[in-house]
């Protein structure tokens, strides 16, 4: 893979291209610039994959350890909890009904 990305760095005019001729220009091979430019590829690779997976770890909140679910009552502080929408419907039975069947 990282062959295959180099040779395409060398067929257009890219920093990898730049990179390779100022390796050929200091005296190396053409082999020895080749290694270098796959290992500048490979390093630029690494650490893409060490930004994604610090993003994914990261998850909607936008920070490593952040969570969807909040402690907090509610994220308007000017609402109490008496004012949020009950999560399941109420039940509408009277309560002189229900204190007599119990």
Same mark, same amino acid.
């Given at each position: 893979?990282?062959? /295959?990305?180099?040779?395409?760095?060398?067929?257009?005019? *890219?920093?990898?291209?730049?990179? @390779? =001729? =100022? $390796?050929?220009?200091?005296? $190396? %091979? &053409? %082999?020895?610039?080749?290694?270098?430019? $796959? =290992?500048?590829?490979?390093?630029? /690779? @690494?650490?893409?994959?060490?930004?994604?997976?610090?993003?994914?770890?990261?998850?909607?909140?936008?920070?490593?350890?952040? %969570? *969807?679910?909040?402690?907090?009552?509610?994220?308007?502080?000017?609402?109490? %909890? &008496?004012?949020?929408?009950?999560?399941?419907?109420?039940?509408?039975?009277? =309560?002189?009904?229900?204190?007599?069947? /119990?």
């Amino acid at each position: 893979m990282p062959h /295959v990305m180099a040779i395409v760095q060398l067929r257009h005019d *890219t920093p990898g291209r730049a990179c @390779y =001729r =100022r $390796k050929l220009a200091d005296g $190396k %091979t &053409s %082999t020895e610039a080749m290694r270098c430019l $796959k =290992r500048r590829l490979s390093d630029v /690779v @690494y650490q893409r994959m060490i930004r994604d997976a610090y993003r994914v770890a990261a998850g909607s909140g936008g920070h490593v350890g952040a %969570t *969807t679910n909040s402690s907090a009552a509610d994220p308007n502080p000017m609402a109490s %909890t &008496s004012e949020k929408s009950l999560p399941e419907p109420a039940n509408f039975q009277d =309560r002189a009904a229900a204190s007599s069947s /119990v």
